[in-house]
């Protein structure tokens, strides 16, 4: 079964998003026009992870927003935070940041709901976070004038490195150290 391991290594590679399993099972089915059964994809996978998981590779492969993808490795960090500094235009500034947190934390929220936990106008930050493909319309609500409702995407997944919601960090998470006046006495 080693042309599968290639077959779905292939897929993965060429996939401009994490591929889930299911959507790889559909394609070796249709290509080898048989049922693929899902413990031989799961076993291949498993398979290829081990393989990646080599000092050969500078990447892997890993499970993130729902499907596969490969990745580079930690110990490659530097050299790909300096690609990413190079290329900051693609960066979120911190208006949009903020926006995005209210909308993964509050989803699905209408733009007035944003602009009242913001304070601010906050038109530009949601059209470039949809520009991005960081959030998505789900929808309409119900209210008056029934305006738009956001929430975020599968792109947020990945690029948060996420599988899920449930997976972002709980607002208890942010502690922050009492305040204080003057020095502490032993």
Do not use: W
């Not at 209210?102 to 470039?128: F, H, L, M």
């Amino acid at each position: 079964m080693d042309f599968l391991h290639r077959h779905i290594e292939a897929l993965i590679f060429c996939a401009p998003d994490p591929l889930p399993k299911e959507e790889i099972k559909k394609c070796l089915s249709e290509m080898f026009e048989a049922e693929i059964p899902m413990e031989h994809i799961d076993q291949a996978i498993g398979d290829l992870i081990e393989k990646y998981l080599s000092e050969e590779f500078s990447f892997q492969l890993e499970k993130s927003g729902g499907g596969y993808q490969f990745l580079t490795k930690p110990a490659y960090q530097t050299s790909i935070s300096i690609l990413l500094r190079q290329q900051s235009q693609k960066r979120l500034s911190t208006a949009q940041l903020e926006t995005l947190s209210i909308i993964a934390y509050k989803q699905p929220v209408t733009k007035g709901d944003i602009e009242q936990i913001r304070g601010v106008n906050s038109d530009y930050s949601v059209q470039k976070l949809l520009e991005k493909e960081l959030v998505d319309i789900k929808g309409k609500s119900e209210g008056v004038g029934r305006p738009m409702l956001y929430g975020t995407s599968r792109k947020f997944m990945e690029y948060f490195g996420i599988n899920s919601l449930s997976e972002l960090p709980q607002p208890k998470d942010f502690s922050q150290p009492d305040n204080q006046i003057g020095e502490e006495r032993d």
